[in-house]
């Protein structure tokens, strides 16, 4: 079985973070494994409080993975502190980690900042360069480009400007102000469109985080680049259309939506 690693924070409802990136990995066929950034109390109407874990137990729990079942691939998250993203690229480099994708998570869905401004800045100058993939949403790349994006040649200017400035692949996900599910991915100077007919679920807590774990599964399990994005917008094409309800705000997904089981 292939493994996959994801780096990231705890979302207490289960909805998005470290529990939806095992239930997709689970989901796409991987073995799942974790590294926790932080711990945070939050439900599908917002985040109430975060407990970040100091540099030296998060390097100690990415080394218990890699010294015992090297994950084929790492999906990286929320990362709260700048200190936090420094083990992180230092202990990737030391392991030559390969197939990294990398979700510049900054604001929840439900509007509460997860990672502070200084985190960002040091996502960028450490952890872009070792990135296979990023997958910004639209808010995300403005906020890293500038940029007001409003259209599709919009997206295709700030995926080219991100993919040069950062050296790594550009998935800049589409549906905030571009009204479609269509995401654009650079590489190299070469855009491809993923076009997706938008599902009308008002219930996306962890959507971006679903996505890039699923991607990573892909990737772990030996599919290109192009391919794992493929499958990963038919996997959460199918999670969002199960229409899971739960909860007074956005809720989660329905990771589970295509398990069979005698049990059940």
């Given at each position: 079985m292939k493994t996959a690693l994801s780096i990231a924070g705890s979302d207490s409802s289960g909805g998005a973070g470290i529990q939806a990136d095992i239930k997709t990995m689970m989901a796409n066929g991987v073995y799942a494994m974790t590294a926790i950034t932080a711990m945070t109390?939050?439900?599908?109407?917002?985040?109430?409080?975060?407990?970040?874990?100091?540099?030296?137990?998060?390097?100690?729990?990415?080394?218990?993975?890699?010294?015992?079942?090297?994950?084929?691939?790492?999906?990286?998250?929320?990362?709260?502190?700048?200190?936090?993203?420094?083990?992180i690229a230092e202990r990737l480099e030391h392991y030559h980690a390969q197939r990294v994708v990398v979700d510049p998570v900054m604001v929840a869905t439900s509007g509460s900042t997860l990672s502070r401004d200084s985190a960002v800045g040091a996502m960028k100058e450490?952890?872009?360069?070792?990135?296979?993939v990023i997958t910004?949403?639209?808010?995300?790349?403005?906020?890293?480009?500038g940029r007001t994006i409003t259209t599709q040649a919009d997206m295709e200017q700030a995926a080219r400007e991100m993919a040069d400035t950062f050296g790594c692949a550009v998935l800049c996900k589409g549906g905030h102000h571009v009204h479609d599910a269509s995401d654009l991915l650079c590489v190299d100077g070469a855009c491809t469109w993923f076009h997706g007919s938008?599902?009308?679920?008002?219930?996306?807590?962890?959507?971006?985080?679903?996505?890039?774990?699923?991607?990573?599964?892909?990737?772990?399990?030996?599919?290109?680049?192009?391919?794992?994005?493929?499958?990963?917008?038919?996997?959460?094409?199918?999670?969002?259309?199960a229409m899971l309800d739960l909860g007074h705000g956005s809720g989660p997904l329905h990771h589970g939506y295509d398990l069979k089981s005698d049990m059940i």
């Open positions: 109390a939050q439900n599908t109407t917002g985040v109430s409080a975060i407990l970040e874990v100091s540099p030296e137990f998060l390097r100690q729990q990415i080394d218990s993975v890699f010294q015992d079942i090297p994950p084929d691939a790492v999906k990286i998250g929320m990362v709260p502190s700048p200190a936090l993203v420094e083990v450490l952890l872009f360069p070792l990135a296979t910004p949403n639209i808010p995300e790349s403005e906020a890293l480009t938008r599902i009308h679920n008002p219930n996306t807590h962890g959507t971006g985080c679903t996505l890039s774990s699923a991607i990573a599964s892909n990737l772990a399990k030996g599919f290109s680049l192009e391919e794992s994005i493929q499958r990963a917008k038919a996997y959460i094409s199918g999670a969002l259309s």
